[in-house]
């Protein structure tokens, strides 16, 4: 069973910047896909950014390119999510989750293994 842990959320005003990380445990990492999804309140779960197994191949939704950078180290088992020029819009939940099915990578029901999620404020 693959583990994976979010940490690095918190509270942080508009503009400003966050490092989240999520550490795996159990299996190898380097055997996942990984992605970013966040949730704020009253919403569904949306994608946020996709790294694939050896991190040669990424994505994420329109609105944070050019603000957010997804990257990963297998060695250490952890993925990266680095996001800069937060904005109010940016608050929520963030998860992340490893890939199990091969269809969309922000297709929700394509990830067996989630972590318990991060909160992310963004509030002046």
């Known amino acids: 069973q693959l583990h994976l842990v979010e940490s690095g959320g918190g509270l942080v005003q508009p503009g400003g910047s966050l490092r989240l990380s999520c550490a795996a445990s159990?299996?190898?990492?380097?055997?996942?896909?990984i992605s970013w999804f966040r949730q704020a309140p009253g919403k569904g779960r949306e994608g946020v950014s996709y790294?694939?197994?050896?991190?040669?191949?990424?994505d994420y939704r329109d609105s944070v390119k050019g603000r957010f950078t997804i990257s990963r180290d297998n060695v250490k088992s952890t993925v990266y999510l680095e996001m800069d020029s937060l904005k109010p819009e940016d608050t929520g939940v963030y998860y992340c989750?490893?890939?199990?099915?091969?269809?969309?990578?922000?297709?929700?029901?394509?990830?067996?293994?989630w972590g318990q999620g991060t909160q992310v404020t963004v509030s002046s």
């Open positions: 159990g299996f190898a990492l380097d055997g996942y896909p």
């Open positions: 790294i694939s197994e050896d991190g040669s191949v990424t």
């Open positions: 989750a490893a890939k199990t099915l091969a269809g969309g990578w922000d297709r929700v029901a394509d990830y067996r293994y």
